[in-house]
């Protein structure tokens, strides 16, 4: 890598990071670095100044707390993979998870930092339009919560403020009958989602959808909620057809591009299939019992 | 190809047994590491340990750093280039354009192929990131910094993308610097008999074609390429550091392009990571480096960055393909044709040797005996990176096998015979061997049927039939196919009557010392990427000596010390420097005979070399024994009047015929239906490389190049926007396989000795990589040709697979065969 150079800050303390923030001109900040390296490599970032957030310990957490599980801007990919409560409670998380990247980057990589990145192939931004999550931010006002339809406005841009650092995710703890699943398609290992959906479920007692949340990944602008799809559910009990439905509805409501991995219409089509498949496997997580049709 | 070589090999016990031929694996195990034992590769404990010596770990005093201005476009020409704001950096110490190469005639290089490259852009950029400019600095940021500074005004052309579009007519000329040439058609090139092959097709009961595209690929080794010239104004003396596959046809273009006499060029290839056939050419970046070094009398190292080696340097394939199969009904195939567009880029820089424009692309009769073939190519000149290298396969084969592979499976489905059993009616006899092809090759020896039945046995194919038609029948939501390639390789080159590089004939050299302790040291003409020489060339010795491999050491790369040698690629290092080093240590063994006799007192003539024990002994009387470590002692402190000091001997080998490795791959694999992924079911390889050296680093070979297979099938290809610009050209884009995506595989092997190969050795390292994309395309078509699916272009993407199906009605929704419950009811919800 040869960077341009620039200045580098290790601040301890949420505080000092803000401090920094709100004095430097026009300050980077490094979390994982899965995304600021290979940017400042291509030349692409050419920041004068970068806050180091690595050395903030108060960041290291996923955890859940007051109905939410909580994760703090240190928490990396890998830690999501192996940590017992996402393994037992929240399915999309655990599925989305090993499905980024590669193994050296997981290590590395942060769940805050995806959001604040906010690539629309980014794996997390979905799970969280799924579960109708939120992110904190820190800046010389104080603290803020944005919730995550309000925080992607274009690739790689978001509602957040040049001196803000933003120092959790969180979604609502599951409730009784929940259920949430992803799917990505993509073409390797170490390779971004051609096409990827989260699917969250809640059934009641009677079994039908009391809520349901979809995001989709690397097929519009941003990370985009498949909200027709999701009013689609609600109200009804799962079935394969009423989930064709709400895969038919999710792809008309995404927007993507046709690339090297990728013909926009087949990527249309893969929307429609990721969330059937996604919308199966949350039902079934919260309940539902999934059956082959005989012939 | 035939030849009247008189490079005789001596006939041996090892290849010569009792009924006449080499026997396969007649030799191996004696304890000593030597044929056929799964020796520890030795290199392996200084990369493990991270003591490895790349050309970027090497740091010299006073070194200087280079970094090359690219252009951002593909075609356009040079107004200006201005320097002024990079030299006023405090660490930049120089920047380079074409105009100071021009005074030192170092403007422009020569091509493998004999064309003219510029090392820096003259007049006009013909491809996308082509070098403009270089910048000198006292570290690699620096340098970085003020290439960025460097201001070049550029007038922008209208560029050529794809060789149909070139050869239109009114396509704007690249080349027009070139006397004589004013479109982008670079030569056409023909083989066969096209008169008797139309005679066959007219009266064959059954013709078949397709056309297929064999993708523009990169090697990608993991290394870049790069290097430290130094110029030694004391000695005037060149030494450079490089990541050479061929390090003394370097010195000897070197010398030739730079005027420096050859004796005054040092190349050397230090440990180099990878190479695949990218190390081949000589690169702008080397020249300039090298050029650099000599203006400002210090060492300059020049390293690529990875999307620098992806987009510029040598890429392979590239070859647009039209295959036509005539056949009786029963699939008898009676003649094959086939039309080629091939894309070179911006220069004709393929790296063949000479005489063989489209490589050894005329074998592309296979493993068929086939009465008539007829093939013709055209060559274009387009605005992209110059290449058309070798890459893990000699020459172009890699192209003829996937053409004849698909096209026998086309045939197959045309016919509706099964594609084993079509292959078995083709195959040319075992007992036809040495064979000549239609096309004019001499394949040495084969069988075949024995490797294919092998395979199908391995991959339980009946079992496999039986399941793909059961879920055709249930309308199953994956699909199975199963797809077979059973190839044939030519590698080994020369002969050098037949093959050269830039007129040196392709032979091959070993030099091999027995010191006075009984160890000893072979150097070798060859330069090892990864394949193992340090191991498998002691091995040679090893067993040709009686000595233990642990007291031999390998060395190569360094034009110094090493005897003159072309280089590894095109799986020649075990065919023909291979050869070399077993008839070197063969030259010492009858040296030593000499020195036993004198040893034991005993006439020469009575003098037994013992293969099993590894000892010389008195004939009769076996008690009366002698090792090679006492005979070394005896050479250097007791040497018999009659013979010269000493325990030495150097043999530079010139095959007299290239060698044939074969195998049959077969690939199973699920299509799903609702995605068009493909996961692989099964990887059966089955390989035929003659004798065995290294059973263990042949695997290793085997996996690598099935690795590269599969990304060739499934994921890589260096694509092109309309305006020229690289889409393709990071490993965000450019994908290659991971662990991940790699199924287990299944070798197996037969062995058929090369009767011409002192150690009836054929290579391998290119066989995985040539064979098996035929065999995983054959595969995935196979899962849909019962909907009339005849191809699927690579790389088989998901995108493309799924477009198959949906053009066949084979996709599916996932609603298709589930329900759901609530609870643990047992009717399905009712909606
Ligand atoms: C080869 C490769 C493959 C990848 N594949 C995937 C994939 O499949 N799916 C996926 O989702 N991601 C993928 N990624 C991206 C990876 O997940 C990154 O880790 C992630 O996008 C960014 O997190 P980070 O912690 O590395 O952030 P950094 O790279 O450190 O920062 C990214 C950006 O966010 C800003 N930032 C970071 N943290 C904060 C904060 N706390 N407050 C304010 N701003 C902040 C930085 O200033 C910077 O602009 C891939 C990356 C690579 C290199």
Redesign the pocket.
């Known amino acids: 890598m040869k960077a341009a150079s620039f200045e580098h800050h290790e601040p301890t303390t949420v505080e000092e990071a803000v401090s920094l923030l709100e004095s430097l001109d026009e300050p980077?900040?490094?979390?994982?670095?899965?995304?600021?390296?290979?940017m400042l490599r291509f030349r692409l970032?050419r920041p004068d100044t970068v806050i180091d957030?690595n050395g903030i310990d108060s960041l290291e957490y996923l955890h859940e707390e007051d109905g939410y599980l909580r994760i703090g801007?240190l928490a990396r990919?890998a830690d999501v993979e192996d940590t017992d409560v996402i393994a037992d409670r929240y399915g999309s998380f655990a599925d989305a998870a090993p499905?980024?990247?590669?193994p050296q980057?997981r290590n590395?990589?942060?769940v805050?930092?995806?959001m604040?990145?906010a690539?629309p192939?980014?794996?997390?931004g979905s799970v969280l339009i799924a579960h109708d999550g939120e992110v904190t931010a820190r800046g010389p006002d104080g603290e803020r919560t944005i919730p995550v339809d309000e925080l992607f406005l274009l690739p790689y841009d978001t509602s957040?403020m040049d001196d803000?650092?933003?120092?959790e995710a969180r979604v609502p703890a599951p409730v009784e009958g929940e259920g949430s699943a992803y799917h990505k398609l993509?073409r390797k290992t170490?390779?971004?989602?051609m096409a990827g959906v989260a699917a969250r479920l809640v059934l009641d007692d009677d079994g039908r959808i009391e809520d349901a949340g979809i995001g989709m990944t690397a097929v519009d602008i941003t990370n985009a909620r498949a909200a027709d799809a999701e009013a689609h559910l609600e109200g009804e009990r799962p079935s394969a057809d009423l989930f064709e439905e709400a895969g038919e509805l999710a792809a008309e409501a995404s927007n993507p591009e046709s690339d090297e991995h990728g013909d926009a219409g087949y990527k249309e089509r893969m929307v429609d299939v990721l969330t059937q498949r996604a919308l199966g496997d949350a039902a079934e997580r919260a309940g539902a019992v999934k059956r082959r049709v005989p012939q | 190809m035939s030849s009247e070589s008189d490079n005789t090999t001596e006939p041996t016990e090892y290849q010569h047994d009792d009924d006449g031929g080499p026997q396969p694996e007649k030799h191996c195990g004696h304890g000593r590491g030597g044929m056929g034992e799964e020796v520890t590769r030795k290199e392996d404990k200084r990369f493990i340990t991270g003591r490895g010596n790349y050309v970027d770990d090497i740091k010299k005093p006073r070194m200087l750093h280079c970094e090359i201005v690219r252009s951002p476009h593909a075609h356009a020409r040079i107004e200006d280039i201005d320097g002024s704001r990079a030299m006023a950096l405090d660490d930049v110490v120089a920047v380079l354009t074409a105009d100071d190469l021009l005074e030192h005639g170092l403007a422009t290089m020569p091509t493998l192929m004999d064309d003219t490259q510029d090392v820096l852009v003259n007049d006009k950029v013909k491809f996308q990131s082509q070098e403009v400019a270089a910048v000198i600095a006292t570290d690699r940021y620096a340098a970085k910094d003020g290439a960025e500074k460097v201001e070049v005004e550029y007038d922008v052309l209208d560029p050529v993308i794809g060789a149909e579009e070139a050869l239109e007519d009114d396509a704007p000329v690249i080349r027009e610097e070139l006397d004589d040439q004013d479109d982008n058609h670079i030569f056409d090139w023909e083989t066969g008999d096209a008169e008797a092959t139309d005679a066959v097709f007219d009266a064959a009961d059954v013709t078949v074609e397709e056309q297929m595209e064999y993708q523009r690929l990169h090697p990608a080794p993991i290394e870049t390429c790069g290097c430290v010239a130094d110029w030694d104004p004391g000695d005037d003396k060149m030494t450079v550091h490089m990541t050479s596959q061929a390090p003394h046809a370097h010195r000897t273009l070197f010398s030739q392009v730079s005027g420096i006499p050859e004796h005054k060029v040092r190349i050397v290839s230090p440990d180099v990571g990878g190479g695949f056939g990218n190390k081949v050419p000589i690169y702008p970046g080397y020249v300039v480096a090298a050029a650099a070094s000599y203006v400002l009398e210090r060492p300059v190292k020049w390293v690529e960055e990875r999307s620098e080696n992806i987009q510029t340097t040598g890429f392979a394939r590239d070859y647009d393909m039209t295959g036509e199969l005539a056949a009786t009904e029963n699939g008898e195939i009676k003649g094959v044709k086939v039309d080629v567009l091939a894309d070179h880029g911006a220069y004709n820089a393929a790296a063949q040797p000479s005489k063989f424009p489209a490589g050894f692309f005329n074998i592309f009769t296979g493993s068929y005996d086939i009465e008539a073939a007829h093939g013709s190519l055209t060559a274009a000149y387009t605005n992209t990176a110059p290449g058309g290298v070798a890459y893990r396969c000699s020459f172009r084969v890699t192209e003829a096998v996937y053409l004849i592979e698909r096209m026998v499976k086309v045939l197959a489905d045309e016919l509706d015979l099964d594609p084993a059993e079509i292959r078995r009616r083709n195959f040319i006899p075992s007992d036809a061997f040495p064979y000549e092809s239609a096309t004019g090759w001499n394949y040495d020896s084969g069988d075949y049927e024995k490797a294919l039945d092998k395979a199908l046995e391995m991959a339980d194919y009946d079992h496999y039939r039986e399941e793909q038609q059961r879920r055709i029948e249930e309308d199953a939501d994956k699909l199975i196919g199963i797809g077979i390639s059973s190839f044939t390789e030519v590698v080994g080159a020369g002969p050098g009557k037949q093959c050269d590089i830039a007129g040196i004939e392709m032979f091959d050299s070993a030099d091999l010392r027995v010191n006075p302790t009984g160890n000893a040291v072979l150097r070798v003409g060859v330069q090892t990427q990864g394949q193992g020489h340090e191991t498998t060339f002691a091995q040679i010795i090893a067993e040709e000596l009686g000595m233990d491999v642990d007291n031999i050491v390998v060395e190569h790369g360094d034009t110094d010390t090493e005897p003159y040698g072309l280089g590894t690629y095109g799986s020649r290092s075990t065919p023909v420097a291979g050869a070399a080093a077993a008839v070197a240590a063969r030259k010492v063994r009858d040296k030593a005979k000499s020195i036993a006799a004198n040893e034991l007192e005993a006439a020469e003539e009575d003098i037994e070399w013992d293969r099993e024990s590894g000892e010389f002994h008195v004939a009769g009387a076996p008690e009366r024994s002698i090792t090679i470590t006492e005979i070394a002692a005896g050479a250097y402190m007791n040497h018999p009047g009659s013979e010269e000091p000493g325990l030495e001997a150097t043999n530079y080998y010139d095959p007299p015929e290239m060698t044939y490795p074969f195998g049959s791959y077969i690939v199973i694999v699920e299509v799903d239906r609702e995605t068009g992924e493909v996961d692989f079911e099964k990887f059966v390889a089955v390989d035929d490389c003659g004798n065995r050296i290294n059973p263990m680093i042949i695997e290793g070979q085997i996996h690598g190049g099935l690795a590269q297979g599969i990304g060739t099938a499934m994921m890589e290809h260096v694509t092109y926007d309309d305006n020229g610009n690289v889409t393709g050209g990071d490993f965000?884009n450019y994908l290659l396989p991971t662990a991940k995506e790699i199924p287990n595989f299944d070798t197996g092997h037969t062995v058929t000795p090369s009767p011409h190969h002192p150690i009836g050795a054929k290579g391998v390292g290119e066989s995985p990589t040539v064979g098996s994309p035929p065999a995983i395309v054959n595969a995935v078509v196979d899962a849909m040709s019962h909907s009339g699916v005849s191809h699927v272009e690579m790389p088989m993407t998901p995108d493309a697979v799924w477009e198959a199906l949906d053009e066949a009605e084979l996709t599916l929704e996932p609603s298709a065969n589930v329900d759901f419950a609530f609870d643990t009811s047992e009717e399905p919800a009712d909606d």
């Open positions: 980077t900040i490094l979390a994982g670095g899965q995304s600021l390296v290979p970032a957030i801007a990919h499905l980024i990247a590669d980057i590395q990589g942060t805050v930092g995806s604040a990145q690539d192939k980014g794996d997390w957040l803000e650092l933003l120092t993509k170490g390779d971004y989602a | 965000m």
